[in-house]
């Protein structure tokens, strides 16, 4: 359903420092494009051209429901044998947004670290989550994202089971890193019973002896009954094949493009389960780098993260009143936003 058109894409080679990465600008009709760097190994090019588009989309898609003044955008760094130290790499990385005149807005995501984005800064203004900025101080960023999967869990619980409470429903969390574990705390002090897994068996100790969750082994998580299967790790994880094994009422979690295609929204939709549409609950982290651009606070932050439960209400009352999936509503609403 999402369509397909982009502003940019840029291909960025530094041969002196063995930078290989990809830049890819959406929309930015509502503001700057905004989101996150990533850096990882991929099996192809392709791969990761496609990682970059479906992300910077996802991003326009979710500041425009977040209603915060921002398009979107991702940048991707190809890890690869013989690339240049970090700091290289990353303050090359620098110099193109420089020229880039906040056109895009970096920050830290998945593989990055502030001090990454410290050497960005070394370079130019656009760039978020640096050493002291709102979002890494106590990670506000992923702090903020579990308090808003934890707003959608409630609300989607009010929609299937009429109380929006946690007290004794059972929640899978796939993924324990800053997002998953800050979530565990959340759910654990509303009264939420945890089942957990991750693949760093450390992570997993920690929610256990802290949260009295039950481990399971990471392949079966997903199928494990439950009320909620929140993940928290990787994209594209609901497909034919896991959809047809779940054993969950609802599907509200952290993960970017949770749907491998954009039918298993129908498809969840068919089985009954509700799905808390990933773009609509995980705004958390992008509502504090906007808070942050803007001179607001942590409170400030806070507040607009509580506006999650209201608009995921609205996606649920846009389904049913045109019979939609949920994750078709929220497109469509955010489509009407941007007047695509
Ligand atoms: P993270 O890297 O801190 O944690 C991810 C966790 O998933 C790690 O503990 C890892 O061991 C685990 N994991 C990896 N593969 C797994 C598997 N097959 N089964 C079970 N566990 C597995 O990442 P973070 O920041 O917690 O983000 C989690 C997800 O939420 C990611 O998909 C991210 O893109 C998304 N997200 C994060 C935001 C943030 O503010 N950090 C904002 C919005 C989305």
């Not at 915060?68 to 760094?77: C, Q, S």
């Not at 982290?285 to 932050?301: H, P, Q, Y």
């Amino acid at each position: 359903m999402w369509k397909q058109s982009y502003e940019q894409l840029i291909f960025l080679q530094d041969s002196s420092v063995g930078l290989k990465a990809i830049i890819a600008i959406h929309s930015t009709k509502l503001g700057p494009a905004l989101g996150g760097c990533r850096m990882r190994q991929y099996g192809s090019d392709e791969e990761a051209i496609d990682d970059a588009l479906r992300l910077a989309k996802g991003m326009t898609y979710k500041s425009a429901m977040s209603g915060i003044p921002y398009g979107g955008g991702k940048a991707v760094i190809l890890s690869h044998p013989g690339q240049g130290p970090r700091e290289a790499l990353f303050q090359a990385l620098g110099r193109q947004l420089q020229k880039m005149q906040g056109g895009y807005i970096t920050g830290m995501d998945l593989g990055t670290s502030v001090t990454d984005m410290d050497w960005i800064r070394l370079q130019t203004p656009y760039v978020t989550d640096t050493s002291g900025s709102l979002g890494a101080v106590n990670d506000l960023t992923a702090t903020m994202t579990a308090y808003g999967v934890f707003l959608g869990i409630l609300t989607a619980l009010k929609r299937v089971f009429g109380s929006g409470s946690a007290e004794r429903r059972t929640v899978a969390v796939q993924g324990l890193g800053k997002v998953g574990y800050q979530l565990c705390r959340y759910l654990y002090y509303a009264g939420a019973k945890l089942i957990v897994a991750d693949v760093d068996p450390v992570r997993v100790q920690k929610v256990v002896s802290e949260f009295g969750a039950i481990p399971k082994h990471p392949d079966a998580i997903m199928s494990e009954p439950c009320d909620v299967l929140s993940p928290c790790a990787l994209g594209g994880i609901l497909n034919d094949r896991s959809i047809s094994g779940l054993h969950c009422r609802i599907v509200a979690g952290a993960a970017n493009n949770q749907l491998t295609e954009s039918r298993h929204g129908a498809l969840l939709h068919d089985r009954g389960i509700l799905y808390a549409p990933d773009y609509v609950i995980n705004s958390g982290g992008i509502i504090v780098t906007a808070a942050e651009l803007n001179g607001g606070d942590a409170a400030t932050a806070q507040q607009n993260v509580e506006k999650i439960s209201g608009t995921l209400t609205d996606v649920f009352q846009t389904a049913d009143a045109r019979g939609l999936p949920t994750a078709d509503a929220a497109d469509l609403m955010a489509e009407g936003l941007l007047g695509i």
